[in-house]
């Protein structure tokens, strides 16, 4: 029995004491005045009161009536009912709140919370005060306080003839029954009617039962506020600890919104702040950092806008805000779902039915009540659902004194898959749910509906969960039983209360409220109270029970069919495997393992692993021998690996037994078990991991202490009692016990609790031991298992038990960090692990009871558990090393270049899977090649894996994977567990940018120290402090040991002073101080349109432009800097030029003036710009000097020089660097400047203007017209269209960038135009290709990897864009040429970008290019003469490691490769030659792609000594020797499908969407490793087995390819490649010389050629044009294997283009550039009148070479070959230009044994010839046959 109401309290008006505005309230009296003794007077009752502050106010409103809800200091709560009143205010309060008028008035206005309805005013300037009358209960009885207060009230207005006293003393002194019904026996006790003595009768029906919410209407009105989606966030919003605030005008709707938000949070009950109406006073309470639930007047919304964590519901507008930063987890699918549509069911009941066409009659919607109570319904089923099995997880620790309950969050969370569930991992994680434990989980108690519910209906609720009828049909039986509970008795209900009559508050009312006489109240009171101490106490008699557990959560999810279809199979695996072991059949396991290791990665594996291992312990003791036990050790490792700390499936909870039963002898008296080898997992080191072990075994002990067999003989037999007793669960005993305790005696009593209590101590001790053996690691002085282990530092805040108020900090957190130890260097292991164990024993004993006495023994015991166990392993680990190790593969040494050597012997490592999914056996097929087993080397050149993959089922196929050391671009340190034994081992991943990357675990046996050594060594390779240092240098150095070392030492000073001393003096005559050089050769500038690639050292010119005079350099040169001269006149660039016909090299000379361009040595001694070439291209018309000036306003002193020259518009490509800044040039000018004055002040720009105006006048186009200094092609009109391409054509336009042309002016006169343009710079390339890299190699594989992430990675790197921008900018300047303009390219320093789109625009305009000889004369001209920065973009030395690696001629590279994509025929090499390229410019294996400029190779003395050093089997140095020797033999540089069209301009399509990546990016070949160091890659596929010796059948033809194992191109090579092939073999076996593929190709060729003629047919390039259209360029002809014939036709036709008539003009055909092969005419049916070997000297210091001449009398020619079947002419001399035959002399480089007399020379009007025969008679034969010949003609 409970009073009903505690205290009567009246509050009213009263001055604020500091005198401020407002107003407080007053307690004018309260009944009874003394505090009850067991519920003492709550505090703050007058803020409650009037939640909005006390104001007076100019009219009299209606009373109002609201519950606020307190709590105090033990978390009751007090219900406050009050009903405000107002009374005119007395003068006293009105002068005080005078002053204040105006701001209520305000507050009025804006709907304060007085002014409730409207009301009419009193007398003027009457002014009303409240008072309230209050009553405190602890009972929420809201409807009866109502009408309690509501009679009070009436008596006072009405003035019935009723003492107050009376009324009040009866209401203090009412008592009712606590809960109801269901366990009282009649209808009498659960229905109180009561009567306050004035004519009124009122029914209390108390609850059925107690622990259910009373909820009214109040969740039914909530959803109608706020409806379902909100309504369910702010459930899920309360569970999860989240701070939620209602605001809304009305008191009586927060009341009831808190306690509707309440009630659907049962079971769980809300433990946190709960204050349904905050008093204004009070609203910093808001800013509390705890949980709550609070309800404000709207009218203090503003107050609540600051709030950053706070979800605010608007009850009046029906809106719930969350912030930012506050995420609601929400509940898991499907019950959301699910929910949400049973929520919409039950509100709108007519959803269903409302697009039916016959809609039923509609159906009468429930009540309010009953609605409120069918969405409690929803609720208390989603918990149920929620929930259940949860008394499956409850571990029972002590059931005497009292029960101690402990839930296992994680086993439960893995029985319902759901681990990553944010919302119930938090829900678990709450203080209302280790509350909802404490109270429900103990067994033996009264139970309600909700375990009814959980434990009986779960099956039918998974039955009904797609039948929504059935679903109601339950919610409605539910919600009837929720009704009858609060409403037990419906029929009963009558009430009799008299209410005051309309408008009554209006009514004067003669006086205020009286006050009471105290004395009869509390005469009233005290009458009761002893009324009461004489009855017998009413106990509370519940009815108790056993709680029903419900079926276990394993069956739950057995049933909805939560198994793997084909896990049977692999159960079979993992058992057939253990039985093997354990039979000692270790091949057969060995077979099985990998198999066995896949399948543990399901969790029925592992579970079934852990039973069959259970079968294999005798005694707690399983000893093995050595293979059986590394057996059983790998396989628990692998799988420990996948369990996560929590250990949510139970498997390291079940191998902890095995660890401890397997074992093995390693010497007498040293016994190893399996945990020593198995610490190497974060379980181990989770305390939450351990509490619920040590929490389940103390559970099974507990049980086994019940369920002995009772000493005195029990009359059951035993079988049936231990059969009965087996089915019991641990609640089960633990409600048995709970029942009979208070039968027992108290020694019993005693007795049991001892027991008890010493139970949980053992184990205690128990766990000790065993946390030693898991924590303790073999090797006790390595510290690495407390970086590892951090966790085991910084435990305290994690835990797994619900003691604490809530789980701070998860443990995978607490794992990774390392805050466990500030230095785990030095601290000890010993110590660590007790500082652990001491913790974790503290903890459970607490909560278990444990005395005080025993926990401080095991204190004691712990450190000296710990130190006995490292005394044992001590002795293990020094048998354990002494054991054989386990035969590990033979380390696979890789193959080497001739001249790499091994710096670092292999280290032991796992090569892992990378992200890429071929070597794992991805989407592309194939095996699963990595992980892989072998070992790293490290050379002087490459960083190199080989070894073999770990699953045994791919056989013996080798895996290499390498890079070049320069190529290395990131090395990252990284921990990893290796593939085998799944220990967690240092690593390391090192990414190239030849898109390789090798991600390493060391193998255990490689110490940290060699891992670190390696570290070093491959850094000082890849960085070393000087670039001669790097492997291109080192290579071959050992094969000339002749060479001086000084030489390269030399060369460098000289020339620093040299150039030194030419800036200071520029006008002295040229280079002087070259007096070392060696003697000077004449040079001779000619030039054929197609040299062949491997005899550029003795061209024969046929070039007619040129005359004589133009082709020695002026005599005014010096003896001593001839030498120079002459290098600099072989380079690339005057090759190129010389092709172009750009220029002379002097200004003196006859035809100079006709010439517009000239060749200037001004930059010989590098001294104006150091990274341009030494001989320029410049305007006729500029001065040597003046060039000095113009060089000074462009960045890096790059001034504009022509590049190219276009055949046919004859408009010229120039390149530049940006301009400098005004500021920069001021500087200059101020220094260098000698005389000074105004205009000096803007020569600068003068000079640039003027040699613009220079460059404009040497166009053939414009000469003319500046000539007569009348620009007639420009007329005014244009003037102002600046910024954009006139309708008219400029002469010249200005590609520049955005940022630098700000400052430049316009021409005035109109002949050139600035194109501003946006350019990226260098620092987003190597950004960009960063992200290229990681989306080709990422490093770790993708969760799940799909094209998508690889194309969205793409896309974020924004490589392809960077690509298109190029190819965009490249093909408008192709066009402004290809119209006759010439073009400067200006843009940022340029050697970056400007190199790309002037390389690209050449050969997209010149065919020339598209040649193997071309594109070479292009990359070194454009991008080493001119001065790319190789060294510093590819970060050769230390210097540059800071700056990273930058791929612009990779960049470039890719553009020729999209090009090459579109216009397959018209490129003479293939792809691979540009993938060659890309490999060996990063690879540092050549020197062709070292250093910045050709100024920096001279100092190094690395330009010129090629030529002089070839001889000799030497390595080769530069990358185009190596590439012309290589084609040689094979013709994998070559396209078959070459056929350009002449003068074909190509304008490739740069759209993203027409562009691809580059195969160069993705492919990978792990057979061999790169294919681009020749030697390494392995032969030709093996033969056909039936070639073999064993012979076979014609089916074993077939082979494997792996694709991203075996290189497809070796393996599958295309038809003309096979047939090649399949010649050499048969010429090999015939034993005929092999002819040389080229030859070969070109017979084919021309042979093809003369069978298309007889026909008639027309010339085949008419039909080829006519067949094939444009289009043709962009699809390509892919050859396939075949016959020859029907293939080759297509791109054979189309070489004809070159010129219809093949056999006209020679001379024209050779100087076309279009095509290189264009004679193919057989050697057979041309005249030879006299052929042999002479020895013939190139041009200038070219080495002597044997040729195959051929004298033609017919032809008047003497031509050359490389030898005698050569079909390709190599050079024609003209006897019609020769002069004399004369007697020659021996020269440098001359043959050495032959006589002098067998020389001889031949006179050209062009150049002198010198030969040399074999002996003197054919000297003087060929001299005679000569001479023939021209006295013939």
């Given at each position: 029995m409970a009073r009903l109401a505690d205290y009567f309290v009246l509050v009213a008006f009263g001055p604020h004491p500091r005198g401020s505005g407002e107003g407080q309230g007053h307690i004018l009296q309260r009944f009874p005045e003394k505090d009850w003794e067991d519920n003492p007077f709550p505090q703050g009752i007058e803020l409650f009161c009037q939640p909005s502050g006390w104001q007076l106010c100019p009219e009299r409103n209606p009373p109002t009536f609201f519950v606020a809800v307190l709590t105090d200091i033990n978390s009751e709560r007090h219900y406050c009912a009050c009903l405000t009143f107002w009374e005119?205010?007395?003068?006293?309060?009105?002068?005080?709140?005078?002053?204040?008028?105006?701001?209520?008035?305000?507050?009025?206005?804006?709907?304060g919370p007085?002014?409730?309805?409207?009301?009419?005013?009193?007398?003027?300037?009457?002014?009303?005060?409240?008072?309230?009358?209050?009553?405190?209960?602890?009972?929420?009885?809201?409807?009866?306080?109502?009408?309690?207060?509501?009679?009070?009230?009436?008596?006072?207005?009405?003035?019935?003839?009723?003492?107050?006293?009376?009324?009040?003393?009866?209401?203090?002194?009412?008592?009712?029954?606590?809960?109801?019904?269901?366990?009282?026996?009649?209808?009498?006790?659960?229905?109180?009617?009561?009567?306050?003595?004035?004519?009124?009768?009122?029914?209390?029906?108390?609850?059925?039962?107690?622990?259910?919410?009373?909820?009214?209407?109040?969740?039914?009105?909530?959803?109608?506020?706020?409806?379902?989606?909100?309504?369910?966030?702010?459930?899920?919003?309360?569970?999860?600890?989240?701070?939620?605030?209602?605001?809304?005008?009305?008191?009586?709707?927060?009341?009831?919104?808190?306690?509707?938000?309440?009630?659907?949070?049962?079971?769980?009950?809300?433990s946190f702040t709960y204050v349904p109406i905050l008093p204004a006073q009070l609203l910093e309470v808001l800013s509390t950092p705890t949980p709550f639930i609070i309800g404000v007047n709207a009218a203090f919304q503003a107050e609540t806008q600051e709030l950053l964590d706070v979800i605010v519901a608007d009850l009046d507008g029906?809106?719930?805000?969350?912030?930012?930063?506050?995420?609601?987890?929400?509940?898991?699918?499907?019950?959301?779902?699910?929910?949400?549509?049973?929520?919409?069911?039950?509100?709108?009941?007519?959803?269903?039915?409302?697009?039916?066409?016959?809609?039923?009659?509609?159906?009468?919607?429930?009540?309010?009540?009953?609605?409120?109570?069918?969405?409690?319904?929803?609720?208390?089923?989603?918990?149920?659902?929620?929930?259940?099995?949860?008394?499956?997880?409850?571990?029972?620790?002590?059931?005497?004194?009292?029960?101690?309950?402990?839930?296992?969050?994680?086993?439960?969370?893995?029985?319902r898959g759901l681990v990553e569930d944010d919302f119930l991992m938090k829900v678990l994680e709450g203080m209302a749910f280790a509350g909802f434990v404490s109270e429900r989980g103990v067994p033996y108690r009264a139970t309600d509906l909700f375990d009814e519910l959980v434990a009986h209906e779960v099956a039918r609720m998974r039955a009904d969960e797609n039948h929504p009828q059935r679903v109601l049909r339950h919610v409605k039986e539910l919600a009837e039983q929720l009704y009858k509970n609060e409403n037990p008795y419906p029929a009963v209900a009558m009430h009799k209360v008299q209410r005051p009559g309309e408008a009554s508050h209006l009514r004067r009312v003669p006086r205020p409220f009286p006050r009471l006489d105290d004395g009869m109240v509390q005469w009233i009171v005290d009458q009761a109270t002893a009324k009461m101490q004489g009855a017998p106490p009413a106990v509370k008699a519940e009815r108790r029970t056993t709680v029903p557990s419900g079926p276990p959560m394993t069956a739950i999810l057995e049933r909805s069919g939560g198994l793997h279809g084909n896990s049977a199979r692999r159960l079979e695996v993992v058992r057939n495997c253990i039985s093997y072991v354990f039979e000692g059949k270790m091949l057969e396991a060995k077979k099985l393992l990998p198999a066995v290791l896949r399948a543990l990665k399901g969790r029925a594996a592992r579970r079934c692993l852990t039973q069959e291992l259970h079968l294999h312990v005798q005694q707690n003791r399983a000893v093995l021998d050595h293979q059986q036990f590394d057996f059983v050790v790998r396989m628990m490792n692998c799988c420990l690996q996948d369990c996560t700390s929590l250990d949510e499936h139970g498997i390291a909870a079940a191998l902890l037994p095995l660890v401890t039963a397997f074992c093995r002898k390693l010497s007498p008296g040293v016994t190893q078990f399996a945990y020593s080898c198995v610490q190497e997992h974060v379980v181990w080191s989770t305390p939450q991991f351990w509490e619920a072990m040590f929490y389940g075994d103390v559970q099974t002990h507990i049980r086994a202490l019940y369920l002995e067999p009772a000493e005195d003989g029990d009359h059951v037999q035993v079988g049936e009692l231990s059969a009965r007793e087996d089915e019991r669960s641990a609640l089960d005993v633990a409600s048995e016990q709970r029942r009979l305790w208070p039968t027992l005696s108290r020694e019993k009593q005693q007795e049991l609790v001892q027991k008890e209590e010493s139970t949980v101590f053992s184990q205690a001790i128990h766990y000790a031991n065993r946390m030693s053996y898991l924590l303790l690691p073999l090797d006790s002085s390595k510290s690495r298992l407390l970086r590892e282990r951090a966790g085991l530092g910084d435990l305290e805040s994690a835990s797994n038990s619900l003691v604490t108020s809530s789980m701070a900090g998860s443990v995978a957190e607490s794992y990774d960090t390392e805050s466990g130890f500030e230095d785990a260097e030095t601290c000890d292991v010993a110590g660590a692990v007790v500082r652990f164990i001491n913790r974790f024993v503290d903890k459970v004993c607490t909560e278990s009871g444990v005395t005080s006495d025993h926990l401080k023994g095991l204190h004691v015991m712990v450190p000296d558990i710990v130190q006995m166990h490292i005394e044992t392993l001590e002795a293990v680990h020094r048998e354990s090393k002494r054991l054989p190790p386990i035969q590990k593969p033979k380390l696979l040494r890789p193959r080497l270049l001739p001249d790499e050597e091994c710096v670092l012997d292999g280290l032991r490592v796992y090569l892992l899977p990378d992200g890429r999914e071929g070597g794992a056996g991805g989407t592309g097929g194939g095996p699963a090649l990595l992980p892989a087993e072998g070992a790293v080397f490290l050379t002087t050149y490459r960083v190199i894996f080989t070894g073999m993959p770990t699953d045994p089922l791919v056989g013996e196929q080798v895996v290499v994977r390498s890079f070049p050391v320069a190529a290395l671009t990131k090395e990252k340190r990284i921990s990893v567990q290796t593939p085998v034994d799944q220990l967690l081992q240092d690593g390391l991943q090192l990414r190239s940018c030849t898109f390789?990357?090798?991600?390493?675990?060391?193998?255990?046996?490689?110490?940290?120290?060699?891992?670190?050594?390696?570290?070093?060594?491959?850094?000082?390779?890849?960085?070393?402090?000087?670039?001669?240092?790097?492997?291109?240098?080192?290579?071959?150095?050992?094969?000339?040991?002749?060479?001086?070392?000084?030489?390269?030492?030399?060369?460098?000073?000289?020339?620093?002073?040299?150039?030194?001393?030419?800036?200071?003096?520029?006008?002295?005559?040229?280079?002087?101080?070259?007096?070392?050089?060696?003697?000077?050769?004449?040079?001779?500038?000619?030039?054929?349109g197609q040299p062949p690639p491997e005899d550029q050292e003795d061209e024969i010119s046929v070039l007619e432009e040129l005359e004589p005079s133009t082709l020695t350099p002026s005599s005014a040169l010096k003896p001593s800097d001839r030498m120079t001269m002459s290098s600099l006149v072989e380079r690339a660039c005057c090759r190129d030029y010389q092709r172009l016909g750009l220029g002379t090299l002097s200004s003196s000379l006859s035809r100079a003036k006709s010439e517009p361009f000239r060749i200037s040595p001004v930059n010989r001694m590098y001294a104006i710009c150091r990274s341009y070439p030494g001989l320029l291209i410049v305007p006729q018309s500029v001065q040597d000097n003046a060039l000095q000036r113009v060089s000074r306003c462009y960045r890096q002193n790059r001034f504009p020089v022509v590049c190219w020259r276009s055949g046919r518009s004859r408009a010229v490509l120039l390149r530049s660097g940006g301009l400098h800044g005004k500021g920069v040039v001021g500087l200059f000018k101020a220094q260098n400047a000698p005389s000074p004055g105004q205009s000096q002040a803007d020569s600068g720009s003068l000079e640039q203007e003027k040699y613009l105006q220079a460059v404009v006048s040497s166009m053939p186009r414009y000469a003319d017209a500046s000539g007569r200094n009348t620009l007639s092609g420009f007329s005014s009109a244009h003037?102002?269209?600046?910024?954009?391409?006139?309708?008219?054509?400029?002469?010249?336009?200005?590609?520049?960038?955005?940022?630098?042309?700000?400052?430049?002016?316009?021409?005035?006169?109109?002949?050139?135009?600035?194109?501003?343009?946006?350019?990226?710079?260098?620092?987003?390339?190597?950004?960009?290709?960063?992200?290229?890299?990681?989306?080709?190699?990422?490093?770790?594989?993708?969760?799940?990897?799909?094209?998508?992430?690889?194309?969205?990675?793409?896309?974020?790197?924004?490589?392809?864009?960077?690509?298109?921008?190029?190819?965009?900018?490249?093909?408008?300047?192709?066009?402004?040429?290809?119209?006759?303009?010439?073009?400067?390219?200006?843009?940022?320093?340029?050697?970056?970008?400007?190199?790309?789109?002037?390389?690209?625009?050449?050969?997209?305009?010149?065919?020339?290019?598209?040649?193997?000889?071309?594109?070479?004369?292009?990359?070194?001209?454009?991008?080493?003469?001119?001065?790319?920065?190789?060294?510093?973009?590819?970060?050769?030395?230390?210097?540059?490691?800071?700056?990273?690696?930058?791929?612009?001629?990779?960049?470039?590279?890719?553009?020729?490769?999209?090009?090459?994509?579109?216009?397959?025929?018209?490129?003479?090499?293939?792809?691979?030659?540009?993938?060659?390229?890309?490999?060996?410019?990063?690879?540092?294996?050549?020197?062709?792609?070292?250093?910045?400029?050709?100024?920096?190779?001279?100092?190094?003395?690395?330009l010129y000594e090629e030529k002089g050093e070839r001889r000799g089997a030497q390595a080769c140095r530069s990358v185009w020797e190596y590439m012309d020797r290589l084609s040689k033999r094979t013709p994998v540089f070559y396209n078959y499908m070459y056929a350009p069209e002449d003068t074909e301009v190509l304008r490739p399509y740069s759209n993203v969407s027409n562009l691809k990546v580059w195969d160069f990016y993705t492919e990978e070949t792990l057979a061999e490793g790169p294919p681009y160091d020749w030697e390494l890659a392995q032969g030709p596929p093996e033969p056909p087995e039936e070639e073999r010796p064993d012979g076979g059948a014609p089916q074993s033809r077939r082979r494997v390819v792996w694709p991203c194992y075996d290189s497809r191109p070796r393996a599958q090579p295309d038809a003309i490649s096979r047939l090649l092939e399949e010649l050499q073999r048969l010429e090999a076996e015939l034993g005929r010389p092999a002819e040389r593929w080229k030859d070969t190709w070109d017979r084919v060729k021309a042979a093809q050629r003369l069978e298309g003629r007889p026909d008639g047919r027309g010339t085949p390039s008419s039909l080829l044009a006519s067949s094939v259209p444009h289009h043709r360029r962009s699809l390509g002809v892919y050859l396939q294997e075949g016959p020859v014939g029907s293939t080759l036709s297509l791109s054979l036709d189309s070489d004809q283009s070159s010129g219809s008539t093949a056999s006209s003009s020679r001379q024209a055909a050779r100087r076309s550039t279009s095509t290189l092969y264009s004679q193919f005419q057989t050697a057979e049916s041309e005249n030879r009148s006299y052929e042999g070997t002479l020895y013939k000297k190139g041009a200038f210091m070219k080495p002597w070479k044997a040729r195959w001449f051929v004298l033609d009398k017919t032809k008047h020619q003497l031509r050359y070959y490389d030898h005698r079947v050569d079909t390709e002419c190599k050079g024609v001399i003209d006897l019609a230009e020769v002069e004399a035959v004369a007697p020659g002399t021996p020269t440098l480089g001359a043959p050495k044994t032959v006589d002098e007399k067998a020389f001889f020379d031949v006179k050209t009007t062009r150049r002198v010839y010198n030969f040399c025969a074999q002996d003197v008679p054919s000297a003087q034969q060929w001299v005679d046959q000569i001479q023939s010949c021209l006295s013939d003609a």
């Amino acid at each position: 029995m409970a009073r009903l109401a505690d205290y009567f309290v009246l509050v009213a008006f009263g001055p604020h004491p500091r005198g401020s505005g407002e107003g407080q309230g007053h307690i004018l009296q309260r009944f009874p005045e003394k505090d009850w003794e067991d519920n003492p007077f709550p505090q703050g009752i007058e803020l409650f009161c009037q939640p909005s502050g006390w104001q007076l106010c100019p009219e009299r409103n209606p009373p109002t009536f609201f519950v606020a809800v307190l709590t105090d200091i033990n978390s009751e709560r007090h219900y406050c009912a009050c009903l405000t009143f107002w009374e005119p205010a007395e003068p006293t309060q009105e002068v005080v709140c005078a002053e204040d008028a105006t701001e209520r008035e305000e507050e009025a206005d804006e709907g304060g919370p007085a002014q409730l309805s409207p009301a009419t005013p009193g007398p003027p300037g009457q002014l009303f005060a409240p008072k309230t009358l209050v009553l405190v209960s602890r009972l929420d009885h809201a409807e009866v306080f109502r009408n309690s207060l509501g009679l009070i009230y009436t008596i006072h207005v009405e003035g019935l003839n009723v003492g107050l006293e009376n009324v009040i003393g009866n209401l203090l002194t009412c008592i009712i029954p606590l809960a109801g019904g269901s366990q009282l026996d009649s209808v009498e006790d659960g229905v109180r009617t009561i009567s306050l003595g004035a004519g009124d009768r009122q029914v209390i029906q108390t609850p059925l039962a107690d622990s259910l919410p009373i909820s009214r209407c109040s969740v039914a009105l909530l959803f109608r506020q706020l409806g379902i989606t909100n309504v369910l966030s702010l459930f899920c919003a309360a569970l999860t600890e989240h701070k939620v605030l209602f605001l809304s005008r009305s008191y009586q709707r927060l009341s009831d919104a808190c306690r509707g938000l309440l009630a659907l949070l049962f079971p769980l009950r809300y433990s946190f702040t709960y204050v349904p109406i905050l008093p204004a006073q009070l609203l910093e309470v808001l800013s509390t950092p705890t949980p709550f639930i609070i309800g404000v007047n709207a009218a203090f919304q503003a107050e609540t806008q600051e709030l950053l964590d706070v979800i605010v519901a608007d009850l009046d507008g029906g809106t719930v805000t969350v912030p930012e930063c506050v995420h609601i987890p929400p509940l898991p699918e499907p019950l959301q779902s699910q929910t949400h549509s049973v929520l919409s069911m039950v509100l709108d009941p007519e959803l269903e039915l409302a697009d039916l066409a016959f809609p039923p009659p509609s159906t009468n919607a429930s009540s309010l009540k009953m609605q409120d109570k069918e969405l409690r319904a929803v609720f208390l089923r989603l918990f149920a659902q929620l929930l259940q099995g949860y008394r499956w997880c409850l571990h029972m620790v002590r059931i005497h004194p009292e029960p101690v309950i402990r839930f296992h969050k994680a086993a439960f969370l893995g029985q319902r898959g759901l681990v990553e569930d944010d919302f119930l991992m938090k829900v678990l994680e709450g203080m209302a749910f280790a509350g909802f434990v404490s109270e429900r989980g103990v067994p033996y108690r009264a139970t309600d509906l909700f375990d009814e519910l959980v434990a009986h209906e779960v099956a039918r609720m998974r039955a009904d969960e797609n039948h929504p009828q059935r679903v109601l049909r339950h919610v409605k039986e539910l919600a009837e039983q929720l009704y009858k509970n609060e409403n037990p008795y419906p029929a009963v209900a009558m009430h009799k209360v008299q209410r005051p009559g309309e408008a009554s508050h209006l009514r004067r009312v003669p006086r205020p409220f009286p006050r009471l006489d105290d004395g009869m109240v509390q005469w009233i009171v005290d009458q009761a109270t002893a009324k009461m101490q004489g009855a017998p106490p009413a106990v509370k008699a519940e009815r108790r029970t056993t709680v029903p557990s419900g079926p276990p959560m394993t069956a739950i999810l057995e049933r909805s069919g939560g198994l793997h279809g084909n896990s049977a199979r692999r159960l079979e695996v993992v058992r057939n495997c253990i039985s093997y072991v354990f039979e000692g059949k270790m091949l057969e396991a060995k077979k099985l393992l990998p198999a066995v290791l896949r399948a543990l990665k399901g969790r029925a594996a592992r579970r079934c692993l852990t039973q069959e291992l259970h079968l294999h312990v005798q005694q707690n003791r399983a000893v093995l021998d050595h293979q059986q036990f590394d057996f059983v050790v790998r396989m628990m490792n692998c799988c420990l690996q996948d369990c996560t700390s929590l250990d949510e499936h139970g498997i390291a909870a079940a191998l902890l037994p095995l660890v401890t039963a397997f074992c093995r002898k390693l010497s007498p008296g040293v016994t190893q078990f399996a945990y020593s080898c198995v610490q190497e997992h974060v379980v181990w080191s989770t305390p939450q991991f351990w509490e619920a072990m040590f929490y389940g075994d103390v559970q099974t002990h507990i049980r086994a202490l019940y369920l002995e067999p009772a000493e005195d003989g029990d009359h059951v037999q035993v079988g049936e009692l231990s059969a009965r007793e087996d089915e019991r669960s641990a609640l089960d005993v633990a409600s048995e016990q709970r029942r009979l305790w208070p039968t027992l005696s108290r020694e019993k009593q005693q007795e049991l609790v001892q027991k008890e209590e010493s139970t949980v101590f053992s184990q205690a001790i128990h766990y000790a031991n065993r946390m030693s053996y898991l924590l303790l690691p073999l090797d006790s002085s390595k510290s690495r298992l407390l970086r590892e282990r951090a966790g085991l530092g910084d435990l305290e805040s994690a835990s797994n038990s619900l003691v604490t108020s809530s789980m701070a900090g998860s443990v995978a957190e607490s794992y990774d960090t390392e805050s466990g130890f500030e230095d785990a260097e030095t601290c000890d292991v010993a110590g660590a692990v007790v500082r652990f164990i001491n913790r974790f024993v503290d903890k459970v004993c607490t909560e278990s009871g444990v005395t005080s006495d025993h926990l401080k023994g095991l204190h004691v015991m712990v450190p000296d558990i710990v130190q006995m166990h490292i005394e044992t392993l001590e002795a293990v680990h020094r048998e354990s090393k002494r054991l054989p190790p386990i035969q590990k593969p033979k380390l696979l040494r890789p193959r080497l270049l001739p001249d790499e050597e091994c710096v670092l012997d292999g280290l032991r490592v796992y090569l892992l899977p990378d992200g890429r999914e071929g070597g794992a056996g991805g989407t592309g097929g194939g095996p699963a090649l990595l992980p892989a087993e072998g070992a790293v080397f490290l050379t002087t050149y490459r960083v190199i894996f080989t070894g073999m993959p770990t699953d045994p089922l791919v056989g013996e196929q080798v895996v290499v994977r390498s890079f070049p050391v320069a190529a290395l671009t990131k090395e990252k340190r990284i921990s990893v567990q290796t593939p085998v034994d799944q220990l967690l081992q240092d690593g390391l991943q090192l990414r190239s940018c030849t898109f390789q990357l090798l991600k390493m675990a060391f193998d255990e046996e490689v110490g940290s120290d060699s891992a670190e050594l390696f570290r070093k060594q491959l850094h000082k390779l890849r960085y070393p402090p000087d670039i001669r240092e790097t492997f291109a240098f080192t290579l071959g150095s050992a094969h000339t040991p002749g060479r001086p070392p000084r030489t390269t030492k030399d060369k460098g000073p000289s020339l620093r002073t040299l150039s030194r001393n030419i800036v200071k003096n520029a006008k002295k005559t040229l280079g002087r101080q070259y007096v070392t050089r060696k003697k000077y050769n004449p040079p001779s500038w000619e030039h054929r349109g197609q040299p062949p690639p491997e005899d550029q050292e003795d061209e024969i010119s046929v070039l007619e432009e040129l005359e004589p005079s133009t082709l020695t350099p002026s005599s005014a040169l010096k003896p001593s800097d001839r030498m120079t001269m002459s290098s600099l006149v072989e380079r690339a660039c005057c090759r190129d030029y010389q092709r172009l016909g750009l220029g002379t090299l002097s200004s003196s000379l006859s035809r100079a003036k006709s010439e517009p361009f000239r060749i200037s040595p001004v930059n010989r001694m590098y001294a104006i710009c150091r990274s341009y070439p030494g001989l320029l291209i410049v305007p006729q018309s500029v001065q040597d000097n003046a060039l000095q000036r113009v060089s000074r306003c462009y960045r890096q002193n790059r001034f504009p020089v022509v590049c190219w020259r276009s055949g046919r518009s004859r408009a010229v490509l120039l390149r530049s660097g940006g301009l400098h800044g005004k500021g920069v040039v001021g500087l200059f000018k101020a220094q260098n400047a000698p005389s000074p004055g105004q205009s000096q002040a803007d020569s600068g720009s003068l000079e640039q203007e003027k040699y613009l105006q220079a460059v404009v006048s040497s166009m053939p186009r414009y000469a003319d017209a500046s000539g007569r200094n009348t620009l007639s092609g420009f007329s005014s009109a244009h003037v102002g269209s600046h910024g954009f391409l006139r309708p008219q054509r400029a002469a010249l336009y200005i590609i520049g960038d955005k940022a630098q042309l700000k400052g430049v002016r316009p021409d005035p006169l109109q002949q050139w135009e600035l194109v501003p343009i946006e350019v990226f710079e260098a620092r987003q390339v190597k950004a960009s290709f960063k992200k290229l890299l990681k989306a080709c190699v990422p490093g770790c594989p993708f969760p799940e990897p799909s094209p998508v992430s690889f194309l969205r990675s793409l896309e974020d790197s924004e490589w392809l864009i960077q690509i298109h921008k190029l190819l965009q900018v490249s093909v408008l300047v192709v066009e402004l040429l290809d119209s006759g303009s010439s073009v400067l390219v200006s843009l940022e320093d340029g050697w970056d970008i400007t190199t790309q789109v002037v390389s690209l625009v050449q050969l997209l305009s010149d065919p020339f290019y598209r040649t193997l000889e071309g594109f070479r004369l292009l990359v070194e001209k454009e991008w080493l003469s001119f001065g790319h920065r190789f060294s510093h973009r590819g970060a050769h030395t230390l210097a540059g490691q800071g700056s990273g690696f930058t791929p612009v001629f990779l960049q470039f590279l890719d553009c020729v490769h999209q090009v090459h994509l579109q216009f397959p025929m018209e490129f003479e090499f293939s792809p691979f030659y540009l993938k060659f390229l890309g490999y060996h410019h990063a690879s540092r294996r050549f020197r062709t792609f070292l250093l910045d400029s050709d100024y920096e190779r001279i100092e190094l003395g690395l330009l010129y000594e090629e030529k002089g050093e070839r001889r000799g089997a030497q390595a080769c140095r530069s990358v185009w020797e190596y590439m012309d020797r290589l084609s040689k033999r094979t013709p994998v540089f070559y396209n078959y499908m070459y056929a350009p069209e002449d003068t074909e301009v190509l304008r490739p399509y740069s759209n993203v969407s027409n562009l691809k990546v580059w195969d160069f990016y993705t492919e990978e070949t792990l057979a061999e490793g790169p294919p681009y160091d020749w030697e390494l890659a392995q032969g030709p596929p093996e033969p056909p087995e039936e070639e073999r010796p064993d012979g076979g059948a014609p089916q074993s033809r077939r082979r494997v390819v792996w694709p991203c194992y075996d290189s497809r191109p070796r393996a599958q090579p295309d038809a003309i490649s096979r047939l090649l092939e399949e010649l050499q073999r048969l010429e090999a076996e015939l034993g005929r010389p092999a002819e040389r593929w080229k030859d070969t190709w070109d017979r084919v060729k021309a042979a093809q050629r003369l069978e298309g003629r007889p026909d008639g047919r027309g010339t085949p390039s008419s039909l080829l044009a006519s067949s094939v259209p444009h289009h043709r360029r962009s699809l390509g002809v892919y050859l396939q294997e075949g016959p020859v014939g029907s293939t080759l036709s297509l791109s054979l036709d189309s070489d004809q283009s070159s010129g219809s008539t093949a056999s006209s003009s020679r001379q024209a055909a050779r100087r076309s550039t279009s095509t290189l092969y264009s004679q193919f005419q057989t050697a057979e049916s041309e005249n030879r009148s006299y052929e042999g070997t002479l020895y013939k000297k190139g041009a200038f210091m070219k080495p002597w070479k044997a040729r195959w001449f051929v004298l033609d009398k017919t032809k008047h020619q003497l031509r050359y070959y490389d030898h005698r079947v050569d079909t390709e002419c190599k050079g024609v001399i003209d006897l019609a230009e020769v002069e004399a035959v004369a007697p020659g002399t021996p020269t440098l480089g001359a043959p050495k044994t032959v006589d002098e007399k067998a020389f001889f020379d031949v006179k050209t009007t062009r150049r002198v010839y010198n030969f040399c025969a074999q002996d003197v008679p054919s000297a003087q034969q060929w001299v005679d046959q000569i001479q023939s010949c021209l006295s013939d003609a």
